[in-house]
C-alpha cells in the first residue's frame, strides 16, 4: 500500500475509531447492538436449533394441547400441541427477513426518487414531491392495511404494501440533504467538467446522504417489525401454520385467561425486538450526527 494511499485513509480510520469508542461508551446502545446481533444469529441458525421443528410447519400434537410451560416445552404448548418456543425462535427468522427486505425496498425506491428531486428541482422535484405528500398524507400503518387488504393477504404481500407505504419518508429526508450536498465545490468541479447528472447523483450526492438515511432504516426496523405483527394481527400478514409473532398473538386471543403463556412469549419478543433496534437507532444517530455527538 503506498504512502499517499495510507495518508488519505488516515482520516477516515481516526474517524472510525472515534465511532467505535463513542458506540463502545453508550452501555444501552452497546447492549442493543449485542441483542440485534443475536438476534440475526439466532435467525440465521433458527433452522438447526429449534427443539421441535417439526412443530413449524403442519404437524400437530393434540395430546399436549396447551401446557404451560416447562422442562420439555419452555414456553408452553398452543391449541395443536406445538412448541411456542421452537415457533417463537423460528419466527424472529421470518420477522427479521421480512422487515430488512421491506426497509430495503423502501430504501431502493426512496433514495433514487429523492436524490433525483433535490438535484435537479425545478418541475422534476415538484413532482416528484407532490407525489410523496400524497402517500404521507395517509398514516403508514392504515396505508399498509388498505394495499395488503388490496392485493390479499400474505406475508409477501405484506411486506410490499409496508414498502410501498415506507418509501416516502426516505424520499423526503434524501431530498433535503440533496439540496444542500448539491451546492458544494465538489458537486459544482464535477458538473463544471462535464459529469453526466445521474453519475453525479450516484457517485457523489447519494454517498453523502448515506448517514442519515442508515440511522433512519436501524429504527425503522422496529417499526416495520411492529407493522408485520399487526397485519398478522388482523390476518392480512403471514397465514397458518407460518409461525409470525403477530399471527400467534392473533391467535392466542382464544385461550389468553387460560393459556397467558400464548400470547405473552410471542408477545415478548415483539416488544424486545422492536425496543433495541429502537434503541440503536438512537444511539447511531448520536454517533453519526456531529450535532448530536456527547465528546
Request: hydrophobic residues 50%.
Amino acid at each position: 500500500m503506498s504512502l499517499t494511499v495510507v495518508k488519505a485513509l488516515k482520516p477516515r480510520i481516526k474517524e472510525m475509531r472515534f465511532s467505535l469508542y463513542l458506540l463502545n461508551r453508550n452501555k444501552l446502545t452497546r447492549l442493543s447492538l449485542i441483542i440485534v446481533l443475536a438476534l440475526l444469529v439466532m435467525a440465521m441458525v433458527a433452522p438447526l436449533i429449534v427443539p421441535y421443528p417439526q412443530h413449524i410447519s403442519l404437524e400437530t400434537n393434540p395430546h399436549d394441547k396447551l401446557l404451560a410451560p416447562s422442562a420439555q416445552y419452555f414456553f408452553g404448548t398452543d391449541e395443536l400441541g406445538r412448541d411456542i418456543f421452537s415457533r417463537v425462535l423460528y419466527g424472529t427468522r421470518i420477522s427479521l427477513q421480512t422487515a430488512l427486505l421491506a426497509v430495503g425496498l423502501a430504501l431502493c425506491i426512496g433514495i433514487p426518487l429523492g436524490a433525483i428531486a433535490g438535484f435537479f428541482g425545478g418541475f422534476i422535484d415538484e413532482l416528484i414531491m407532490r407525489i410523496t405528500d400524497i402517500f404521507l398524507s395517509f398514516p403508514p400503518l392504515l396505508l399498509a392495511i388498505t394495499i395488503a387488504a388490496f392485493m390479499g393477504p400474505s406475508l409477501h404481500n405484506a411486506m410490499l404494501a409496508i414498502a410501498l407505504s415506507w418509501w416516502p419518508w426516505y424520499t423526503r429526508l434524501i431530498r433535503g440533504q440533496a439540496v444542500s450536498i448539491r451546492e458544494r465545490q465538489f458537486v459544482k468541479a464535477a458538473r463544471a467538467i462535464g459529469t453526466p447528472p445521474f453519475k453525479i447523483i450516484f457517485n457523489h450526492i447519494v454517498p453523502n446522504c448515506i448517514a442519515p438515511v442508515i440511522v433512519q432504516a436501524s429504527m425503522d426496523i422496529g417499526g416495520v417489525i411492529l407493522t408485520i405483527a399487526s397485519l398478522s394481527f388482523l390476518g392480512l400478514g403471514a397465514q397458518p401454520p407460518t409461525p409470525d409473532w403477530g399471527l400467534m398473538v392473533s391467535t392466542s386471543r382464544n385461550y389468553f385467561l387460560n393459556a397467558w403463556w400464548y400470547s405473552i412469549f410471542p408477545g415478548l419478543a415483539i416488544f424486545i425486538t422492536v425496543l433495541v433496534f429502537n434503541l440503536l437507532g438512537d444511539g447511531l444517530r448520536e454517533i453519526m450526527d456531529p450535532k448530536t455527538r456527547k465528546l
